[in-house]
């Protein structure tokens, strides 16, 4: 069964699908093109995780560092002392520099003052007292008075603190005067050794006016040069009071705040019960408690969360480490994973995104209201909806190959720069690392030498020459070893200690205190393995009380823990950093003895700072040589709150380049916070490193990544002269497929327009041998075939044509009987012209007549009948707008002028004339189809026709216009023109136009 349009049933629904494809088809092309940039969008933001991952480990273990080096009193104490005496340095320079001399007012004045602005009120509790000092030309303390300042005993206390500034210049004489000073003042496990090398800008523990307490001096330094000095005490319940832990934490969380992450501390798995997390001063968000007891509910710690790993739960990342051994809490740190850059749930939707799926919201909703409002899919011309698919098509690989490129572009460039960050970093701990190289070398070196017999019998033998030919074979060793010894010291049981350097007057200036500092170092160790300090010559003094000496022990050996003793004396042959006034030296300790007895303490003293100052220096150079100015090995040392070049020199170009100043910047911050700084500016890379070992050495590494930023940006370029060629590509292909089809179909439309506007003589113009060419050739030949028509109907009746047009033709037209008028024209004597003239002039002649003469009737609306040798019959039928008569009066008028106008012509010319007459009757006109056998003709019948015809024959006796009426004709004219006249011919034959009717311009044709 088939309907109507001759397609079956369900057929209806084929066509809209149909209908539909070109407006769904780049639809799905959109949501196609959405896809794939969600997926590029997705995998670069994995990417991006990955790398934050890795930055938020490495920030995480930076933060423990500094918080294990900054979370106990002293630490703080410490890190509050530096500031306050870079601040009054700094006073004091300022003030140089502005008045040209230094006034000590200054100081005088503001260190109270500034003193309660940078240390905390906890850490100075009543029962403190303040000590100001201003050193003399000849570097005598002088006590400051005034509002805050202690006064008493303040000249006792100026003695005492220029003892300690002179204390590695003290002889012996006067370091037992200072000791005895120190242990009057501070108690007697308070002796000079311990306040002059340990105590200097650190709290050390002593006893004032009966009651433990803690105590810090140090000097006020002015280009170098002290120029005064203080001394603080403060109450044994300052460092509970204090909560340094607490205060740590918020330091802490103050540091990390530039990555978003949060320091914490929570209680040990199997630690005291009733603990609970304790988290920084105001923060803690309740999303981060409510994820951290999940956390901690979820299962073994070790399991969830393992050591010194980046663990990301329920939208945090999580680090944990034990803080220190024996501590009751863990370290912890928390980053929002949402947070920074490159986050798994980062930003939203990158703008290109947001802007594709708008388009492809609208277009979608454009499509969807015109199927409900209209039920059919919107029209698209093919000269728009062509290119628009072919660009579509076009484009979305494009697009999919320059968003894909760009991303694997960018990551390229993210993984060089991160394998650069990377080696930056590796290359510093290597040369960290090389460190310890250097102390292993110290270490064997010193072993070597306790360890061979002729030179341990000679440290044994007593003898001072023998003893003098040891030392001398030590610091020969030393020196071979590239490791110069600051000191070697032989302490005997019994017997004078001896002390020996590469500097004999650095060796004297220091001796007693080294001595005084290592016979206590060897009486702890003796008192650690259970045996009596020997007294006698050279020993230890017997006054000092043991807690003195385990504070100086402590101190120096940077210990930590119940078991002090036992941790010293494992340090006995194995070498170790000690830190004295603040310069960490290599240290190696060993008792000799015959026969299992000990006899001798020998201790090895080797330059940290310097030996290591002088390694990398050569280093850096030798780096910076061989890559180049612009990839900068460099080293600084911070020595009393400022940092100094080490490598390259100071007045070296590098640090007077932005770069160098920004590697500076970070090396500096990277001294501060103690932790590794990675940063990039530009296509600069920069990372500092702080020496384990020795934390006053900062490593710095300027990581040039210009190459990387230059392969990026050639790849990238590379990539738009690929997009802009296959851009250039598709539109060429789209411009020929355009021209291949759409072109050819636009001539075709062209074509169609002007033939229905009647011009004939349009052609297609192309001869193609595919679909569209059978089209064209289709198309012309429908043209000419109209042209025929056209022709042909030049030899048809114009009534006729007029019928045809009015109604369908099925071979007959059916008579039809109307009311108008028949004009018939006729030559005079043209059988005669004929016969006479040319047959050429004559036929030429009879054209531009008929010509001439058809253009008038048409112009007034009349239809050409039949034209009978040289006579013309039309008719003109009656329309709403005026009667048939009317128009065949004007009609007639018009010939008339037309002959007349080219008869002067053809006189003017020389040309022979003609004359001619037309008959005009008004009536009811039948028209019908006659036949006979094989032959169809349409013919115009009735009285209104012969009586023209007799009219026309009759207007040879006209004298005026040749133009004649018939009676009733001529009746119904002067009802239509008033003005008319009219002559009689014969006995009412009939009537002449005495003048003919004005034209009026009418073009009716």
């Not at 899919?377 to 909806?385: H, Q, V």
């Not at 890379?685 to 300027?702: D, K, N, Q, T, Y």
């Amino acid at each position: 069964m088939k309907t109507e349009l001759g397609e079956s049933p369900g057929g209806g629904g084929f066509r809209r699908a149909r209908a539909l494809f070109p407006f769904v088809l780049p639809v799905a092309l959109l949501v196609l093109l959405l896809v794939i940039i969600a997926w590029s969008e997705r995998t670069q933001a994995d990417w991006n995780a990955r790398q934050r991952e890795s930055l938020l480990q490495d920030d995480a273990r930076s933060r423990l560092e500094t918080f294990r080096r900054s979370c106990s009193y002293a630490a703080q104490m410490q890190i509050l002392n530096r500031a306050l005496r870079l601040r009054l340095s700094r006073g004091l320079l300022r003030r140089l520099d502005r008045t040209g001399r230094a006034d000590f007012d200054l100081v005088r004045t503001r260190f109270l003052p500034l003193f309660r602005r940078i240390v905390p009120a906890a850490f100075r509790p009543p029962g403190s007292s303040f000590y100001l000092f201003s050193l003399g030309p000849g570097g005598k303390p002088r006590p400051e008075t005034g509002p805050g300042l202690a006064a008493r005993k303040n000249r006792f206390m100026a003695t005492l603190v220029g003892q300690l500034i002179r204390y590695d210049r003290s002889t012996t004489e006067e370091l037992a005067a200072a000791d005895k000073n120190c242990q009057s003042a501070f108690g007697g496990g308070c002796p000079v050794v311990l306040v002059a090398e340990i105590g200097k800008g650190r709290p050390v523990l002593g006893r004032t006016d009966g009651a433990d307490s803690f105590l810090l001096w140090d000097t006020i330094d002015l280009r170098g040069r002290p120029v005064g000095a203080y001394l603080m005490t403060f109450p044994l319940a300052t460092v509970i009071q204090s909560r340094p832990l607490r205060r740590a934490l918020d330091s802490a969380a103050v540091a990390a705040r530039p990555r978003g992450g949060l320091p914490f501390l929570v209680p040990m798995e199997d630690g005291r019960v009733g603990l609970t997390p304790a988290f920084p001063t105001g923060r803690g968000s309740p999303d981060l408690r409510r994820t951290l007891r999940g956390v901690l509910r979820a299962g073994p710690r070790e399991t969830v969360v393992p050591l010194s790993t980046l663990v990301r739960h329920d939208g945090w990342y999580f680090f944990r480490d034990i803080l220190r051994v024996g501590s009751t809490f863990e370290f912890w740190m928390a980053y929002p994973a949402a947070g920074g850059v490159g986050g798994r749930h980062g930003p939203g939707r990158s703008l290109a995104f947001q802007l594709l799926a708008g388009v492809t919201g609208i277009l979608t909703s454009l499509l969807l209201a015109h199927l409900w409002i209209f039920g059919a899919p919107p029209f698209l011309t093919l000269r728009l909806w062509f290119p628009g698919y072919i660009g579509l098509v076009g484009g979305l690989p494009l697009t999919v190959l320059y968003l894909v490129g760009s991303m694997q572009i960018e990551i390229s460039r993210l993984r060089e720069i991160q394998t650069l960050r990377e080696e930056a970093i590796s290359k510093l701990e290597e040369i960290d690392a090389g460190h310890a190289s250097m102390f292993l070398n110290f270490t064997g070196v010193a072993r070597r030498l306790v360890t061979n017999p002729a030179w341990r019998q000679a440290c044994l033998s007593g003898r001072p020459a023998e003893i003098d030919r040891a030392a001398a074979a030590c610091l020969a060793a030393f020196r071979a070893a590239g490791l110069p010894l600051r000191h070697f010291l032989v302490i005997p049981l019994e017997g004078r200690p001896r002390i020996f350097s590469d500097d004999t007057i650095a060796a004297r200036m220091a001796g007693s205190s080294k001595i005084s500092f290592f016979q206590s170092v060897r009486d702890s160790c003796l008192e650690a393995v259970g045996l009596a300090t020997a007294v006698g010559t050279g020993a230890g003094d017997p006054t000092v009380a043991g807690i003195g000496r385990w504070m100086a022990t402590l101190g120096a050996f940077m210990n930590m823990g119940d078991q002090r003793k036992d941790v010293l004396f494992g340090t006995m042959h194995q070498g170790t950093v000690t830190s004295s006034v603040g310069s960490p030296e290599l240290h190696f300790s060993d008792f000799l003895g015959v026969g299992g007895g000990v006899k001798t303490f020998v201790a090895f003293l080797a330059g940290s700072t310097s030996g290591m100052e002088s390694r990398l220096r050569y280093m850096a150079t030798r780096f910076n040589a061989s890559v180049g100015p612009y990839h900068c090995l460099a080293v600084i040392r911070r020595q009393r709150g400022e940092h100094w070049a080490v490598a390259p020199r100071l007045q070296d170009k590098f640090w007077r380049t932005d770069f160098g100043r920004m590697l500076q910047r970070y090396m500096g911050l990277a001294s501060r916070q103690g932790s590794r700084q990675v940063g990039q500016r530009g296509s600069h890379l920069f990372v500092a490193h702080p020496c384990r070992s020795v934390p006053e050495i900062i490593l710095g590494l300027h990581v040039p990544t210009s190459d990387v930023e230059d392969r990026a940006a050639e790849g990238r370029f590379r990539l738009r002269c690929l997009t802009v060629l296959i851009v250039l590509f598709v539109v060429l292909v789209g411009t020929s497929l355009s021209r291949f089809f759409v072109t050819p179909l636009r001539q075709v439309e062209t074509c169609l327009t002007r033939v229905a506007a009647g011009d004939l003589g349009s052609r297609v113009g192309f001869t193609r041998r595919d679909e569209l060419g059978k089209l064209a050739a289709s198309f012309d030949e429908m043209i000419d075939g109209l042209r025929k028509r056209q022709d042909l109907g030049r030899f048809v009746s114009g009534t006729l044509e007029a019928r045809l047009v009015e109604s369908e033709w099925d071979g007959l037209v059916e008579p039809l009987l109307r009311n108008g008028a028949i004009l018939v024209s006729d030559l005079r004597g043209f059988t005669t012209i004929s016969e006479q003239k040319p047959p050429e002039a004559v036929v030429g002649m009879l054209n531009q007549h008929l010509e001439e003469m058809v253009d008038g009737i048409r112009r007034q609306g009349g239809l050409i009948e039949k034209f009978i040798g040289d006579a013309i019959i039309a008719a003109f039928y009656d329309t709403p707008a005026r009667p048939g008569l009317a128009a065949g009066l004007l009609a007639a008028s018009d010939m008339r002028r037309r002959h007349l106008e080219r008869q002067r012509q053809r006189q003017a010319a020389g040309e022979f004339t003609y004359e001619m007459g037309i008959g005009l009757a008004a009536g009811a006109i039948l028209s019908g189809t006659v036949f006979s056998a094989g032959r169809l003709e349409h013919v115009v019948l009735g009285r209104v026709r012969a009586e023209a015809e007799s009219l026309e024959t009759l207007s040879k006796k006209g004298a005026h216009t040749r133009v004649v009426l018939a009676r009733e004709t001529a009746a119904a004219a002067r009802q239509l023109f008033p003005d008319l006249r009219l002559a009689k011919i014969g006995f009412d034959e009939g009537f002449e136009l005495e003048v003919l009717l004005p034209g009026d311009g009418k073009d009716e044709a």
